[in-house]
């Protein structure tokens, strides 16, 4: 099983930003997942490889982008405005199948990175 890399988490202040990054490449969708502790793993962000298509979870969206770099290498997060409620264990997913719509449950997700912390303070 091919392992995604993850990085750029850490700690913040209410209020603050972060930008995680992963190396991805060759993949039809990406997306960010986290897990707070005692917490089911939850959806953030999805993007469809080929034309940037996203979609975001309601608690992040307006605040979170997800995005890719050009060569279509490297995944991002960038996460503004962050709450404590944002506190969690991010990791990042990818999948090479197709699907008619966009993939948002994590079981469709068959790639994974170890997870990178996120820990935002009030």
């Known amino acids: 099983q091919v392992q995604l890399v993850e990085s750029g988490g850490g700690s913040v202040q209410a209020g603050g930003s972060l930008r995680l990054s992963c190396a991805a490449s060759?993949?039809?969708?990406l997306a960010w997942f986290r897990q707070a502790p005692a917490g089911e793993r939850e959806l953030v962000a999805t993007i469809r490889s080929r034309d940037g298509r996203t979609h975001y979870g309601d608690s992040v969206n307006g605040r979170f982008t997800i995005s890719q770099d050009d060569a279509k290498t490297t995944l991002f997060l960038q996460m503004d405005y962050l709450n404590p409620e944002d506190t969690a264990t991010y990791y990042c997913?990818?999948?090479?199948?197709?699907?008619?719509?966009?993939?948002?449950?994590?079981?469709?997700?068959?790639?994974w990175g170890q997870g990178t912390q996120v820990t935002v303070s009030s």
């Open positions: 060759g993949y039809t969708y």
């Open positions: 997913a990818a999948t090479s199948a197709n699907f008619l719509g966009i993939p948002l449950t994590a079981r469709l997700y068959k790639e």
